[in-house]
């Protein structure tokens, strides 16, 4: 069995065979990649188009604008609202039925 250090010394010469090939490689590909794209009349954008992150791969319409919603609660002390959606304010309470705005 190999000790440590061989099989260290072994994957040192490995690695460096490794990068002698992909060096020797890599300009005949990249020639072709060129031959390919010329002859097909192809850009680097249609190769890897970019793309936004999460969004639809189709043309993109501009951001849509959320309406605000209309508020539920109201501070009579202070004239603040919540629409009743996220974090409660503190100023709701335990009793938050007291705050209601009438809907009309």
Do not use: C, N
């Amino acid at each position: 069995m190999a000790t440590y250090q061989e099989l260290l010394a072994q994957k040192q010469a490995l690695e460096a065979q490794i990068e002698q090939a992909r060096a020797t490689e890599v300009p005949g590909v990249l020639e072709q990649i060129r031959a390919l794209m010329q002859q097909y009349s192809l850009s680097p954008e249609d190769i890897a188009p970019r793309r936004r992150r999460g969004g639809p791969t189709a043309a993109v319409t501009g951001p849509t604008e959320k309406a605000a919603l209309p508020p539920k609660y109201q501070d009579p002390k202070t004239g603040k609202t919540w629409s009743g959606r996220g974090r409660a304010p503190a100023w709701l309470g335990k009793r938050p039925a007291r705050f209601l705005i009438p809907q009309e």
